[in-house]
C-alpha cells in the first residue's frame, strides 16, 4: 500500500546536537511538507518542496534545514539552532501542488530534548 | 492573506449526543479548497473530505455531515451519535492560490466523547 513513512516514531536528543527525521513516500508525489504541532498551536508549517531540488521556508523554519534530493524523499534536520526542538513533527505529500485532491500524512516523529 | 478560525478549542460529549465543530475561513480568492483532518491519539492525520469552492452542496457520510456555506465562510462538521472512538483532534483546512498553494490549518478543535 502506498503511503507515508516517518521514522523514527519517537526521538530523543541531547542539547547541542543535531538530529535528522526521515520522511519517506511511495506516491509519485511532487509535493511534500514539514509540519511542527504543539499543543494548542495547530500545525505550524517548517519547510516544504514542491519539485526535487527545490525547497521553500515555511512560517518557522529557523533551525531547521531539508534537503529533496529524491522525490521519494524529504528528510528534516532540527540543528542546535532550534532552542525549543520538543514537539510532533510531521510530514505531509499531496499530489499536485494546484489543485490537491488531499494531503497524505505521516504517523509522526516525537522529539525531546534530554 | 488566508485564515482558518476554529473558534471551539475542545467540546466534551456524552456518547450519542450529536456534535457540531465550527470552522469559519477567510479567503480572496474565488477558487479555494476545503479540508476536515481527524487525528486520533496515534498522531496521524486522517483526511475526511475535500470541498472546492464552487460546490455547496452539503454532504453526508454515515453519522458524518459537513454544512458549507459561503455566505458566512463556514464549512462546519457534524457528528451524529457520538461515539468513544469519534474522540480526536479535528483540524480544518484552506487552500488556495492566494496562499501559494499552501494549506493553512486551523488550530484544531480536540472532541471528548465519554461513554
Known amino acids: 500500500d502506498g503511503g507515508i513513512t516517518q521514522s523514527p516514531k519517537y526521538l530523543f536528543r541531547k542539547e547541542g546536537q543535531n538530529v535528522t527525521l526521515s520522511c519517506e513516500q511511495n506516491l509519485n508525489h511532487d509535493a511534500m511538507y514539514w509540519y511542527r504541532q504543539d499543543p494548542g498551536q495547530g500545525l505550524r508549517l517548517i519547510y516544504y518542496s514542491q519539485i526535487v531540488n527545490d525547497f521553500q521556508k515555511g512560517d518557522i523554519a529557523e533551525g531547521y534545514s531539508v534537503s529533496r534530493e529524491k522525490k521519494e524523499s524529504f528528510p528534516l534536520t532540527v540543528t542546535s539552532a532550534q532552542k525549543n526542538p520538543t514537539a510532533f513533527y510531521l510530514c505531509?505529500?499531496?499530489?499536485?501542488?494546484?489543485?490537491?485532491?488531499?494531503?497524505?500524512f505521516g504517523s509522526g516523529t516525537r522529539l525531546t530534548v534530554v | 492573506a488566508q485564515k482558518v478560525t476554529q473558534a471551539q478549542t475542545e467540546i466534551s460529549v456524552v456518547e450519542k449526543e450529536d456534535v457540531t465543530l465550527d470552522c469559519v475561513y477567510e479567503?480572496?480568492?474565488?477558487?479555494?479548497?476545503l479540508f476536515w483532518y481527524k487525528q486520533p491519539p496515534s498522531g496521524e492525520l486522517v483526511f475526511l473530505i475535500r470541498r472546492n469552492s464552487f460546490d455547496e452542496q452539503n454532504e453526508i457520510s454515515g453519522r458524518y455531515s459537513w454544512n458549507f456555506q459561503k455566505s458566512t465562510s463556514s464549512f462546519n462538521f457534524t457528528i451524529t451519535a457520538s461515539q468513544v472512538v469519534d474522540s480526536a483532534v479535528y483540524f480544518c483546512a484552506l487552500f488556495s492560490s492566494g496562499g501559494s498553494y499552501i494549506p493553512t490549518f486551523g488550530r484544531g478543535t480536540s472532541l471528548i466523547v465519554h461513554p
Open positions: 479567503t480572496r480568492d474565488t477558487t479555494y479548497y
Open positions: 505531509a505529500s499531496s499530489n499536485d501542488r494546484v489543485v490537491p485532491y488531499g494531503y497524505t
